[in-house]
């Protein structure tokens, strides 16, 4: 039984969060529109800021590579050499590696896919068990009529102009990442009082580190799935298009755990359709979703580790509740940030930890009374 005067601080707490809660729902019906707008025009920053970041971690090597091992001390020819390199690696992908994944998908949409779809019409229509529920779900559920499609010419335009803005400012956005990254943070840091300095230093430190392990790690991880399951998917009997899906597998990696399940729903589907011609026949479906969950537990368990550093190590659920997170505050730009944040935030609280680590630190009765209390 609580007592009076915790029945009371109970109250107020809960007076406090109730206050707290209405006034944020009356700041988003008052100024609902001025946040989505600010929403808006934030993440159009945000997203070829997100997309420089991203680069400069992929290329921090090389800059590292010319600035201390060649002794190029010169930053505006190492930008030049790197902006150089970069381009004629995106121009040499794209002329075969992307020309041959575009022309695969193409071919994928005009020939694969309408049998994929005659394939799903026959199960539900012919085969007795799906045709039994096909006319059960027609007959007991309603949907009603979609609204007639109407194209918002606003709408269309921001798309352009986002698109624009973001290839016009990624380059930018990169070029002054690599030149004046140093400058930036030394201008910033003089805000932060005094006593704190060192702290936010050396945060900003650790954070920098899981930052750069986890893109670079990530690019790694990424390509090397691209090419084992372009060659896992030719030995399967794939033939041309084993480079389409290759590709899907290794790019929808970038969402961990979740991402390869999506990218192995087509090949999947195409097996359906191709049993003859793959291995195991009409068990392909079956092989391909064991070999991918295969794949994802050797990547997890074993090249993960080898790859980025124990900061990046998160558990599962934590990247999963991240990912969903902040994909849906900041859609697309969250999703490639999602991790990066993620890992910063770990790695501010095992900071904390070292330096109070006999103020939070467990004892062994509070140990035994948690043990009790999760038995």
């Given at each position: 039984?609580?007592?009076?005067?915790?029945?009371?601080?109970?109250?107020?707490?809960?007076?406090?969060?109730?206050?707290?809660?209405?006034?944020?729902?009356?700041?988003?019906?008052?100024?609902?529109?001025?946040?989505?707008?600010?929403?808006?025009?934030?993440?159009a920053i945000l997203?070829?800021?997100?997309?420089?970041?991203?680069?400069?971690?992929?290329?921090?090597?090389?800059?590292?590579?010319?600035?201390?091992?060649?002794?190029?001390?010169?930053?505006?020819?190492?930008?030049?050499?790197?902006?150089?390199?970069?381009?004629?690696?995106?121009?040499?992908?794209?002329?075969?590696?992307?020309?041959?994944?575009?022309?695969?998908?193409?071919?994928?949409?005009?020939?694969?896919?309408?049998?994929?779809?005659?394939?799903?019409?026959?199960?539900?229509?012919?085969?007795?068990?799906?045709?039994?529920?096909?006319?059960?779900?027609?007959?007991?559920?309603?949907?009603?009529?979609?609204?007639?499609?109407?194209?918002?010419?606003?709408?269309?335009?921001?798309?352009?102009?986002?698109?624009?803005?973001?290839?016009?400012?990624?380059?930018?956005?990169?070029?002054?990442?690599?030149?004046?990254?140093?400058?930036?943070?030394?201008s910033l840091i003089?805000?932060?009082?005094?006593?704190?300095r060192m702290d936010?230093?050396?945060?900003?430190?650790?954070?920098?580190?899981?930052?750069?392990?986890?893109?670079?790690?990530?690019?790694?991880?990424?390509?090397?799935?691209?090419?084992?399951?372009?060659?896992?998917?030719?030995?399967?009997?794939?033939?041309?298009?084993?480079?389409?899906?290759?590709?899907?597998?290794?790019?929808?990696?970038?969402?961990?755990?979740?991402?390869?399940?999506?990218?192995?729903?087509?090949?999947?589907?195409?097996?359906?359709?191709?049993?003859?011609?793959?291995?195991?026949?009409?068990?392909?479906?079956?092989?391909?979703?064991?070999?991918?969950?295969?794949?994802?537990?050797?990547?997890?368990?074993?090249?993960?580790?080898?790859?980025?550093?124990?900061?990046?190590?998160?558990?599962?659920?934590?990247?999963?509740?991240?990912?969903?997170?902040?994909?849906?505050?900041?859609?697309?730009?969250?999703?490639?940030?999602?991790?990066?944040?993620?890992?910063?935030?770990?790695?501010?609280?095992?900071?904390?930890?070292?330096?109070?680590?006999?103020?939070?630190?467990?004892?062994?009765?509070?140990?035994?009374?948690?043990?009790?209390?999760?038995?």
């Amino acid at each position: 039984m609580l007592s009076k005067e915790k029945r009371l601080n109970l109250a107020i707490n809960l007076g406090i969060v109730v206050l707290v809660l209405t006034i944020l729902l009356l700041v988003r019906e008052i100024f609902g529109r001025a946040i989505g707008l600010f929403m808006t025009a934030f993440i159009a920053i945000l997203l070829p800021f997100s997309i420089a970041l991203f680069i400069s971690y992929l290329i921090a090597p090389i800059f590292k590579l010319l600035e201390k091992h060649l002794r190029q001390r010169n930053r505006m020819i190492n930008i030049g050499l790197v902006f150089a390199g970069t381009l004629v690696v995106l121009v040499l992908f794209g002329r075969f590696a992307g020309l041959l994944i575009y022309e695969q998908g193409v071919a994928f949409i005009e020939n694969d896919w309408p049998r994929v779809v005659d394939y799903f019409d026959n199960l539900f229509t012919q085969d007795a068990p799906f045709a039994t529920v096909y006319r059960w779900i027609v007959a007991n559920v309603r949907i009603g009529e979609t609204e007639k499609i109407s194209l918002n010419l606003i709408a269309i335009f921001q798309s352009i102009t986002l698109i624009i803005i973001t290839i016009v400012l990624v380059p930018v956005f990169l070029f002054f990442l690599l030149h004046d990254r140093q400058r930036i943070f030394k201008s910033l840091i003089i805000f932060i009082p005094k006593k704190y300095r060192m702290d936010t230093i050396e945060l900003t430190k650790r954070a920098n580190r899981v930052v750069e392990e986890y893109f670079n790690g990530r690019f790694i991880t990424m390509f090397v799935m691209a090419v084992v399951f372009t060659v896992v998917f030719f030995i399967l009997g794939f033939r041309e298009r084993s480079v389409l899906f290759g590709f899907m597998l290794g790019f929808f990696d970038i969402v961990p755990y979740v991402g390869p399940f999506i990218a192995i729903i087509l090949p999947v589907l195409y097996s359906l359709t191709e049993t003859d011609t793959l291995m195991f026949g009409s068990y392909a479906p079956l092989a391909i979703l064991i070999i991918n969950v295969i794949g994802q537990m050797i990547q997890n368990n074993v090249a993960q580790p080898l790859i980025m550093g124990r900061e990046t190590k998160i558990h599962p659920l934590l990247v999963l509740s991240a990912f969903v997170f902040f994909g849906y505050l900041f859609g697309i730009v969250g999703l490639i940030l999602a991790i990066p944040i993620t890992g910063t935030i770990k790695t501010t609280f095992l900071y904390i930890r070292e330096k109070h680590d006999d103020k939070i630190e467990l004892d062994e009765a509070e140990k035994s009374k948690i043990d009790e209390a999760t038995v």
